[in-house]
């Protein structure tokens, strides 16, 4: 029987790490501010986003003048172990579609 309590219940495909490495694939000169009002998050969560993908060896950046600018390391595979064989380029080529 259902309660409705299941359509109650928000969830959605992406994690906010994902949602953020799209943003910066899009825009590698793109502002924290942004990228927090793109995914609907606060800027810490984003700078601590950003700092994990940074640390596990998915992002790098440079600062250029008052501005960072990021690259993704496309060629890294994804961390989780049921996700093993594909790249992050190869994610972000069927989410930046």
């Known amino acids: 029987m259902d309660t409705g309590t299941a359509t109650e219940r928000q969830w ?3 994690t906010n790490h994902a ?3 799209v943003q910066i694939a899009r825009d590698p000169g793109i502002r924290v501010r942004d990228i927090a009002t793109r995914c609907l998050l ?3 969560a984003v700078q601590r986003i950003i700092t994990d993908l940074e640390q596990a060896g998915y992002l ?7 501005a960072n600018h990021y690259s993704v390391i496309a060629s ?3 961390r989780h172990p049921a996700d093993a ?8 080529a069927a989410l930046l579609r």
């Open 12 to 14: 959605t495909f992406l």
């Open 19 to 21: 949602r953020v490495l």
């Open 42 to 44: 606060t800027e810490r």
């Open 60 to 66: 790098s950046h440079e600062r250029r003048g008052r």
């Open 76 to 78: 890294k595979q994804l």
């Open 85 to 92: 064989g594909p790249t992050v380029a190869e994610l972000l």
